[in-house]
């Protein structure tokens, strides 16, 4: 399993702790930005719906004023009388009559632009044309008994809504009895509002106005119908159907604000009210596209991802360069507690910082020199303990040499003495004694020259090293060859008996475990230093796990340490070994 360091523990935090910060920020700006543009859409919709509202309801009062004013005209009640002079029908017919210049002064009086157009209706059920329509247009019948109905129950102005027929429907009428001074009926006087006049302040062509390009206001009427023209479907008046909740809410007698689907199946912010007027209910809507509205959150959607990708790399760079603060100090440290571990105890150059892991560095840096300070005093000892134990070997050995060669080796020479005082006698089993007895003296040098060579301490290092060489050359398989240079005058007695004892353990263990067929001993000296390699061409062994010539191995080391030296094997395979050893010179 893959191990995961500190430095990318530290940046998966801080950059999963800083990108749920920046989730969250991003999340709550464009909440709060959404909510502000709903609102303020919502306000701007109310605000149209209510000057709409109340340019309708300002429309209608100066109408009615208007209507009133006309009423009490002593010209209409003049033109009344000569409508009146006709004669009477059984059922409404127009007449062609021709009045004087009453008219042209009556309708100069009001705004006919408002009106498609005005009739008055005598009481001899004589019609006549103030205002005639616009060639083209066709304008459905009035219902004047409907009217006169109306009026005989109400008194004042009567206003009547569009109505829908097969083919066409009427305008909205406004209509007023006209009495005389004696309060006798003479007529009535009709007045069809021009729907344009309406749109002129209703319908919505232009973005400046407010609404932008897909933002309208109309009315609607109790039976669904549009009451105004839509700016997206033409000849919308009293053709358009409006089922959608702004309207039911608005019959519910509600007012407010709700994001909708409009009657386009267009999702829209929604303003709704419904609005009274004498004779009237409508419902007023003011609406714009939810996709226009939002499009200022788009935008700003698209600062926040890039703010938000800009954040995050500027926090990528900080908690790397961070954590790489943090975490190299640490990653040196634990690379020095591993080597010490290994039992490098070099003391490691580490940069303090101010804080927990400085402190830690620096505990750590007195830790390895009070150690390294125990472990040289650990060795000191030991090498004194080893280097009091070889020496005594050493000593014991040049004791049992001295005892070999002065005691043994001396009574051994008498007895051979004596041997030769008696060969010439006749005895069959003297000469197997003779020969056992130059056995025993051979064998008693051998031992005494393993213990302590006389070549050694008589003629130095290199000779007991040569002798040793060709010694073994003769007895063995193995070809050894000595390469020798220096001045080994300037060793110590001791250094050259551990020397030796180093090349005669090396030779011990090439002969036991290499099947080798050559091998090389170099030892030379110069001025400071002595280096010595022992080499060989037989099969390698493995330093970790072969445990064969451990103790041969250990033996060398103890001695080099001893000796304060340094010490390199290398085993490779068709190669063999090399003992390369560096011993200073004291």
Not at 536 to 547: E, H, P
Request: overall charge positive; some cysteine; hydrophobic content about 40%.
């Amino acid at each position: 399993m893959r191990k995961i360091s500190i430095t990318e523990k530290l940046a998966l935090t801080s950059l999963s702790v800083s990108i749920v910060i920046i989730f969250f920020v991003a999340a709550f700006s464009f909440y709060k930005a959404k909510q502000i543009v709903t609102e303020k859409t919502f306000n701007q919709l109310t605000s149209v719906k209510i000057i709409k509202s109340n340019l309708l309801k300002h429309f209608f009062k100066n109408k009615i004023r208007e209507i009133q004013s006309v009423g009490s005209s002593c010209e209409l009640k003049n033109l009344f009388t000569e409508l009146n002079k006709e004669t009477k029908t059984d059922f409404i017919k127009y007449r062609k009559a021709k009045f004087s210049g009453q008219k042209n002064r009556f309708l100069s009086e009001i705004n006919s632009k408002d009106y498609v157009r005005i009739t008055i209706l005598g009481t001899n059920n004589n019609a006549y044309l103030l205002k005639k329509p616009e060639k083209g247009k066709i304008l459905k019948d009035i219902d004047f008994y409907k009217i006169m109905k109306e009026h005989s129950t109400v008194s004042g102005i009567v206003i009547n809504d569009y109505k829908k027929y097969e083919c066409l429907y009427s305008y909205i009428t406004l209509s007023l009895k006209i009495t005389n001074r004696l309060n006798q009926e003479i007529g009535y006087i009709i007045f069809e509002i021009n729907p344009e006049s309406i749109d002129n302040f209703m319908l919505e062509n232009s973005p400046e106005n407010g609404l932008g390009n897909s933002g309208e206001s109309y009315l609607v009427g109790k039976d669904l119908l549009m009451r105004s023209s839509s700016r997206f479907i033409k000849k919308s008046l009293m053709n358009t159907v409006v089922n959608t909740k702004a309207v039911k809410n608005a019959g519910k007698n509600k007012f407010g604000n709700a994001v909708i689907s409009d009657y386009r199946g267009i999702k829209v912010f929604s303003s709704y009210e419904k609005i009274v007027l004498p004779g009237l209910t409508w419902f007023i809507i003011a609406e714009i596209d939810y996709k226009e509205a939002m499009v200022p959150i788009y935008e700003i959607k698209n600062e926040i991802i890039f703010f938000s990708i800009f954040i995050f790399l500027i926090v990528l760079i900080v908690v790397f360069i961070l954590s790489k603060k943090i975490t190299v100090p640490v990653q040196k440290l634990n690379y020095a507690v591993c080597e010490f571990g290994k039992g490098d105890v070099k003391i490691p150059v580490l940069k303090k910082t101010n804080d927990e892991i400085g402190e830690l560095t620096e505990n750590f840096i007195k830790m390895t020199l009070k150690i390294s300070e125990q472990k040289k005093s650990l060795q000191n000892e030991k090498n004194k303990s080893l280097k009091m134990m070889i020496d005594g070997q050493e000593a014991e050995r040049q004791r049992l040499s001295r005892e070999l060669h002065d005691g043994l080796g001396q009574l051994l020479i008498a007895l051979k003495l004596n041997y030769e005082s008696k060969k010439d006698t006749q005895n069959s089993g003297i000469d197997d004694f003779g020969k056992l007895t130059n056995h025993i003296i051979e064998e008693t040098r051998r031992i005494s020259n393993n213990l302590m060579p006389a070549a050694l301490s008589e003629f130095g290092l290199f000779t007991a090293v040569r002798n040793l060489c060709n010694e073994t050359t003769a007895v063995s398989n193995i070809i050894i060859k000595a390469h020798l240079s220096g001045n080994e005058k300037q060793l110590p007695e001791k250094t050259k008996i551990y020397i030796f004892r180093i090349i005669q353990e090396s030779i011990s263990n090439i002969l036991k475990h290499s099947k080798a067929e050559n091998s090389d001993v170099r030892i030379n000296i110069f001025d400071k230093e002595i280096k010595i390699k022992i080499s060989d061409d037989g099969i390698a062994f493995d330093i970790n796990k072969n445990r064969e010539n451990k103790n041969g191995l250990n033996n060398i080391k103890d001695r080099i340490n001893i000796l304060k030296g340094k010490l390199q094997i290398r085993s490779e395979i068709s190669k063999g070994t090399e003992i390369i050893a560096s011993i200073p010179i004291a």
